[in-house]
């Protein structure tokens, strides 16, 4: 016995050892949605007692600590931040347009954070004389920020999909002139363009970081393979590089919510503590999307029509500097709108605590633009959407969650996206998912799927052993 102990304490030191001689650097696109998902990979990391290292500008590392749920501060002060200095960009304010509601107030941001190129090199440069291993995960959008890691001899990087592996897998299939392998009957043939989901600007910085694109060790995908395996395997097909590893590790976010009390709560968590199970519609928009004034009368008009019980999160995008962005003009509601609803709807004006309010029990619903941040929270909390896509990787996701997964029920067709939505519309919707069997079908097939996600990240499930995987292989 005592000869068994003392060998696996020589195998815990070795691994102690070699945790210590690895170094992970995470470089995030400047975006919410991008910012969160590597922070939460950055503390899943930590876990394992590797050093974490988070490169990106002030003011992105405050707007991605501010807003992180579901950790502790213990378990931040483990990540090490690295504020490096944009270039100086406009701020400016959001322009709610039906015809394409792509965030482009943010370009300036965007264009800024492709100068971060030279700071991430020094930051590597450091680090690679301290550490045996360096391992550089980067948002796929950050590619050309990251070019120069293939210069040093012990660093190597991997590619974070942001989106997600159905939506990834349909863009690269459809840019190959000649298809390698055909495609099973069951796999989708006919899914919403990406006509109206992109600038022409952001277009180019994707087509950029492309390039680079395919020189990586692996690629991490924010997703289960209980929901995208199938993806995730024709990714692996579909790739020209044979050694580069996919790795399957999400849901990244938390999917146990601890409870908190006191001054700490937000106040409309203690309002749903109070509301039957299932009973209510969480409506989000997320962090890019302005809707036009008329539209947002239209769903409050809609709302209201329904008799669903709702928390509406009511806020305009962010701004490039969310700090220092100025003032953007307030959403309007109809006139005395929050009296004659004040008994089933509260109406959020602030940044609302999404994860807390998709895991409470008396969630029953979630109508959202589907970006796929939202989606795999949505999908790991066991909650069926109104999807409505605005922008980017949007209409594909919802797509995969209205027809593909079928927890879900498409607020509008992505061919019509330029046209106001009527409250009729609206108020169909919400009945729909809220209040029919239809709706009572999607709500059990997303606690099924739910289920079954968590299960995943919990010990010897899918997730969890791909998360280990990855661990075992940069620790190699």
């Given at each position: 016995m005592e000869g068994h102990n003392s060998s696996e304490g020589r195998e815990q030191s070795c691994l102690n050892r070699t945790l210590a001689e690895v170094v992970v650097v995470m470089v995030p696109f400047p975006a919410q949605g991008h910012l969160n998902q590597l922070l939460h990979l950055s503390h899943l990391m930590t876990s394992y007692g590797l050093a974490v290292h988070y490169a990106g500008s002030s003011t992105h590392n405050r707007q991605a600590k501010l807003r992180i749920q579901g950790w502790d501060a213990d378990s931040l002060?483990?990540?090490?931040?690295h504020d490096l200095e944009l270039p100086s960009y406009d701020s400016l304010p959001p322009n709610p347009d039906n015809s394409n509601h792509f965030p482009r107030h943010l370009q300036p941001l965007f264009d800024a954070s492709l100068h971060l190129r030279q700071p991430v090199c020094q930051l590597l440069q450091q680090l690679k004389t301290k550490f045996s291993r360096v391992v550089v995960v980067h948002d796929s959008l950050m590619a050309t920020v990251v070019q120069d890691v293939h210069s040093i001899p012990n660093a190597e990087t991997y590619s974070f999909i942001s989106i997600s592996a159905f939506t990834f897998f349909f863009n690269s299939w459809e840019k190959l002139q000649q298809k390698p392998f055909p495609l099973d009957s069951d796999i989708p043939k006919f899914l919403p363009s990406n006509d109206g989901c992109f600038t022409?600007?952001?277009?180019?910085?994707?087509?950029?970081?492309?390039?680079m694109l395919g020189l990586e060790s692996g690629r991490l995908y924010n997703t289960s393979k209980v929901v995208e395996g199938?993806?995730?395997?024709?990714?692996?097909?579909?790739?020209t590089n044979n050694k580069m590893k996919h790795f399957a590790i999400g849901p990244l976010n938390p999917v146990q919510m601890k409870s908190k009390n006191g001054k700490y709560r937000h106040t409309c968590l203690e309002w749903l503590d109070k509301q039957e199970t299932a009973s209510v519609i969480y409506i989000s928009f997320g962090s890019t999307t302005s809707m036009t004034d008329?539209?947002?009368?239209?769903?409050?008009?809609?709302?209201?029509?329904?008799?669903?019980?709702?928390?509406?999160?009511?806020?305009?995008a962010d701004t490039g500097d969310i700090f220092t962005g100025g003032e953007v003009g307030k959403p309007q509601l109809p006139e005395g709108y929050e009296d004659r609803v004040k008994n089933r709807g509260i109406v959020v004006k602030d940044w609302a605590p999404q994860l807390e309010i998709l895991a409470h029990p008396s969630t029953g619903g979630f109508m959202s633009y589907c970006g796929w941040n939202s989606s795999m929270e949505s999908i790991s909390m066991g909650v069926p959407v109104a999807a409505w896509p605005m922008h980017s990787d949007q209409p594909r996701n919802a797509f995969f969650m209205t027809d593909v997964l079928r927890i879900g029920v498409l607020v509008r067709d992505w061919t019509r996206r330029a046209e106001l939505v009527p409250f009729t519309t609206i108020d169909t919707v919400l009945r729909t998912l809220m209040a029919s069997k239809e709706g009572e079908e999607m709500r059990k097939r997303a606690a099924e799927l739910g289920d079954a996600v968590q299960a995943s990240v919990a010990k010897d499930g899918a997730?969890?052993?791909?998360?280990?995987?990855?661990?075992?292989?940069?620790?190699?």
């Open positions: 002060s483990k990540i090490h931040f022409p600007e952001i277009l180019n910085i994707m087509i950029q970081n492309r390039k199938k993806y995730i395997q024709l990714l692996a097909k579909l790739s008329e539209q947002i009368m239209e769903l409050a008009l809609g709302l209201e029509r329904s008799g669903q019980k709702f928390i509406w999160v009511l806020r305009r997730s969890r052993l791909e998360m280990d995987s990855f661990i075992s292989h940069i620790t190699r």
